[in-house]
């Protein structure tokens, strides 16, 4: 059992994919809506975070699966 927990690296694809399955997993419960991400959203968020000097990603790996999520940035 390998645990880690560390920044997103936007630039690599594994790091993507597993913010696009998590976030999926979020949008797919009712608490996210009850529906998957649509597939614009899965084309255009990270482009768009790409584009973003205030975004910090982290994910939580269990056993080279991504188990948890935080995003931040600012808003207001």
């Given at each position: 059992?390998?645990?880690?927990?560390?920044?997103?690296?936007?630039?690599?694809?594994?790091?993507?994919?597993?913010?696009?399955?998590?976030?999926?997993?979020?949008?797919?419960?009712?608490?996210?809506?009850?529906?998957?991400?649509?597939?614009?959203v899965?084309?255009?968020?990270?482009?768009?975070?790409?584009?973003?000097?205030?975004?910090?990603?982290?994910?939580?790996?269990?056993?080279e699966?991504?188990?948890?999520?935080?995003?931040?940035?600012?808003?207001?």
């Amino acid at each position: 059992m390998v645990e880690l927990i560390r920044t997103i690296d936007l630039h690599d694809p594994r790091d993507g994919a597993a913010l696009l399955a998590l976030l999926d997993g979020y949008a797919r419960d009712p608490m996210g809506g009850g529906e998957a991400l649509p597939d614009n959203v899965r084309r255009s968020l990270i482009p768009q975070l790409l584009q973003r000097s205030d975004y910090l990603g982290v994910i939580a790996w269990h056993d080279e699966i991504p188990v948890g999520l935080v995003n931040c940035f600012a808003g207001f």
